[in-house]
């Protein structure tokens, strides 16, 4: 199986929460499947590629997917045309954002819907595409991760995620 992954948030010596979650978990897929090849599809050139093996290919494509037109272009534009070139059979993406124009099969991570209930917390300029895009993200996905209990309910609460997609 080839199986494109979002690194985006794989900067060497800066790595924070999603960062982490997608370094310990590609670290650890890419250990045990070796049988797999894996695309890893960055925003930015990287000194150095924090995950590297014979089943892995690392892709820099830009603009860097920090703010809400890089965001869409990154997902909408550039990953489509990547997943197309590098013929891939799914796509997962761990930091709660999706593309929404390829038809390759994507996961999707949702760490939490904390833009839900905490608004005020989410910058301003940020907050209409969250909940613009958020709820096309859950539909999109073929299946999503919840990381606890906890946010598979909310999920399903406030969002009419189907339990068997989770």
């Given at each position: 199986m080839k199986i494109a992954i979002n690194a985006r948030f794989l900067q060497a010596g800066k790595l924070e929460g999603l960062g982490w979650y997608t370094?310990?978990?590609?670290?650890?897929?890419?250990?045990?499947?070796?049988?797999?090849?894996?695309?890893?599809?960055?925003?930015?050139?990287?000194?150095?590629?924090?995950?590297?093996?014979?089943?892995?290919?690392?892709r820099v494509i830009g603009p860097k997917a920090r703010h809400f037109f890089s965001f869409w272009y990154w997902?909408?534009?550039q990953i489509p045309r990547?997943?197309?070139?590098?013929?891939?059979?799914?796509f997962f993406s761990p930091d709660n954002f999706l593309s929404l124009t390829t038809s390759v099969p994507s996961v999707l991570t949702t760490h939490d819907i904390a833009h839900f209930h905490f608004p005020a917390q989410v910058a301003m300029v940020h907050r209409p595409y969250y909940w613009w895009?958020?709820?096309?993200?859950l539909r999109k996905a073929k299946k999503i991760l919840a990381l606890t209990e906890f946010g598979k309910m909310d999920l399903i609460q406030h969002y009419q995620v189907p339990?068997?997609?989770l």
């Open positions: 370094f310990e978990l590609c670290k650890r897929w890419v250990e045990t499947h070796p049988q797999d090849e894996f695309v890893l599809i960055y925003d930015r050139p990287q000194d150095q590629f924090l995950i590297a093996g014979p089943n892995v290919v690392s997902f909408d534009v990547i997943l197309r070139q590098q013929q891939v059979d799914v895009f958020v709820p096309k993200f339990p068997e997609k």
